[in-house]
């Protein structure tokens, strides 16, 4: 009766899966829960029970793309970053994952006496990749790979879930945390060496994100233009970090009775957010004047607070705090927009374009000598093109990056549905293969994993001294699934889990589709 109900109510099924998995998700025994990672199994018990009720493969494949899209605008900017830093490093230890992974899956397949196709397929199940799969099925010409990855699927998600809730547990690793709230300072200038010298040259000679952002002289507020030359007793008004401030103050003179803050007549300062799609994925050098002089003194991004450097370009979502003179304080509003909607929205022009560009890159045919062709698929071509156009900002007119809670939403609704949808879709598969092939399949897979994981973190730890925030994103990369670094994340309470994460899932979906096409190709060569 149940079972009937949902298979005639997909949709329902579908939401229900995602309700009860994120209810279970929130259950926590001695200080473990599974967070977004309850919803694979409420869809696995669901597709087992009702295997008609799973939604046509689109949904998860949508799903899985507003995630990976939202990943890689996000972080695209630290993507290319890093691999100009350890990102190469990472990489590297990744791939020595995923082929270590590749070599136990048909070692332990051997032993077990499944075909390669079947423990290919245990490969890519167990490093949860559609695409590696797809490669496998295409290379060997059969369903065989398909039986691994419905077994080694689950555990492939689970695994690396519960190896950073222990490994976290028994380490108790310190995680560096977000950098201390800017804040305001004055300052009279009393020292010799800096009196007579311009604003800018003060300022080049200040600590590391120090800026001097209004200057009082004669009982009247300015903004502190570069070209002024200090006078004694000026006061400046300082923006930076604590104890870069605390240095400054030494530099210039004495800390100042906030001269400057108590007299809001001629300069005042007021938030607003970036609202008009003509000053996002701007730098604040590239800015339109209002016509009048004002200064923003930083810019506060989710929950972290940046310093306005001249090449800080401006996103959706953003709050400038602004000093502008107090008459002209709703029109600094007006130009900036001030529409807290713009906190949450982003323009569907640059998601549809850039999912068109990412979808037409994934199934762009790529030569592999001695092996054939292969491609970067539903989840690699969409990736990469959006770490691509989260990096550059703005092409033309338009803005490819959104708010980040905007970006939240969407990558976190997307990653919900696909898990959701792949695991009442594995469900039926996922209980047959277990009750034909016995315990022995799921070790295997378990043995895959763990070759995968292992790897990542001995060497990670011991060897390369990984900070471990970014090793568990290195790690997620390297298993795959998405809901690996949303664990993660929400564990350590740090985003370099994501950042991590982009590092490496691009490449590694790379090397996974070799490997598995490499590795089947090789087992079906005669000689």
């Known amino acids: 009766m149940i079972a009937a109900f949902l298979e005639a109510q997909p949709l329902l099924a579908l939401f229900l899966v995602i309700g009860v998995g994120y209810a279970l998700g929130q259950v926590s025994v001695r200080g473990f829960s599974l967070g977004v990672g309850a919803v694979l199994f409420a869809g696995l018990f669901v597709g087992a029970l009702a295997p008609r009720a799973a939604p046509p493969g689109m949904v998860s494949t949508l799903g899985l793309l507003m995630f990976l899209y939202g990943v890689g605008i996000q972080y695209g900017r630290q993507f290319f970053a890093g691999l100009a830093g350890p990102g190469l490093v990472w990489n590297a230890l990744a791939l020595a994952a995923v082929l270590a992974s590749l070599l136990v899956a048909v070692q332990a397949g051997s032993l077990l006496g499944l075909s390669v196709p079947i423990s290919v397929g245990l490969f890519a199940g167990a490093g949860t990749s559609t ?76 600590p590391a994100g120090v800026s001097i952002s209004g200057l009082r002289r004669d009982h009247m507020n300015m903004l502190a233009e570069p070209a002024l030359t200090l006078e004694e007793d000026d006061a400046l008004l300082l ?28 300069l005042d300062i007021v938030r607003v957010f970036v609202s008009k799609p003509g000053l996002l994925g701007r730098m604040i050098a590239e800015l339109p004047s209002p016509g009048f002089p004002m200064r923003i003194t930083h810019v506060r991004r989710g929950d972290a607070e940046l310093i306005a450097e001249p ?96 970006n939240l939403v969407l990558r976190n609704f997307g990653l919900t549905v696909f898990l959701a949808a792949v695991a009442m879709g594995a469900g039926r598969p996922f209980v047959d293969e277990v009750a034909r092939s016995g315990v022995p399949i799921l070790l295997a897979a378990a043995l895959v994993l763990s070759a995968n994981v292992g790897v990542v973190l001995l060497i990670g730890l011991l060897v390369l001294k990984v ?56 087992a079906s060569t005669p000689g």
């Not at 977000?178 to 000679?205: D, K, Y």
């Not at 004495?254 to 001629?266: F, L």
């Open 131 to 206: 695409a590696a799969l797809q490669a496998a099925l295409a290379a060997a010409g059969s369903k065989d790979p398909a039986i691994g990855y419905s077994v080694a699927y689950p555990i492939g998600v689970i695994g690396p879930i519960l190896a950073i809730h222990f490994v976290t547990a028994w380490l108790k690793p310190v995680i560096a945390n977000p950098a201390a709230a800017l804040r305001f300072a004055e300052v009279t200038v009393t020292q010799p060496g800096m009196i007579g010298r311009n604003i800018a040259a003060v300022a080049a000679s200040l």
């Open 239 to 266: 923006l930076g970090l604590p104890a870069a401030l605390d240095a400054a103050i030494a530099l210039l003179g004495t800390a100042d009775p906030q001269r400057i803050a108590k007299d809001r007549r001629d």
């Open 311 to 406: 090449d800080l370009m401006l996103e959706a979502g953003d709050r400038v705090v602004v000093l502008a003179p107090a008459a002209k304080l709703a029109e600094v509003r007006a130009h900036f927009g001030d529409s807290i909607r713009g906190n949450a929205e982003f323009s569907y022009v640059s998601v549809g374009f850039g999912m068109v560009l990412g979808l037409a890159l994934g199934v762009v045919p790529s030569p592999l000598p001695g092996v054939g062709v292969f491609t970067l698929g539903v989840a690699g071509g969409p990736l990469i093109v959006a770490l691509i156009l989260g990096a550059l900002g703005r092409t033309g007119p338009i803005g490819w990056r959104m708010p980040m809670t905007a």
């Open 467 to 522: 900070p471990y925030d970014s090793l568990i994103g290195v790690m997620a990369g390297a298993t795959g699934n998405p809901a690996i670094p949303a664990y993660g994340a929400r564990r350590l309470q740090s985003d370099r889990v994501d950042v991590g994460y982009a590092t490496i899932f691009p490449s590694m979906t790379i090397a996974k589709v070799i490997a598995a096409q490499v590795a089947v190709t090789l």
